[in-house]
């Protein structure tokens, strides 16, 4: 506790039984090292976790994004580097598969139920009835 601070003052549920405070931090980003410590460029790590940052140029506006892609078999500094280049390489040479969320209901929906209306025998025509309502 502070000079000042007393234990009626002191907001509950802040401080432990040792003085230090129980606040919970938040789950952050935080650079890379290198084993020099020295940040590696692009590197970040987020509860135990790798991600590379990169740009990416959407394709349907062109608009360039930046976007942060979880690493997933990276488990230390030198895999994370490695799969890092892995990235940057598959970018430069234009196959970097799409990065970005989920589309929105409709806009799947319609590609759905085009897909399953052209093919044969796939679904039941009371099954595409229902889809199509619920649409």
Known sequence: MK????????PAGTQGQNGRSRQHREHKYHRVVDERKRPIRGLWVRNNRYYAQLTIEDAETGHKKVRRVPLEKATSPAQARDQLQDLLVTRRKGKLPILKRTPKFLEFADGYLAHYKQAKDAKKA?????????H
Not at 3 to 10: D, K
Not at 126 to 134: P, Q, V
């Open 3 to 10: 000079g000042i601070a007393t234990e009626n003052n002191v």
């Open 126 to 134: 009371s099954t595409l009835e229902t889809e199509e309502i619920c």
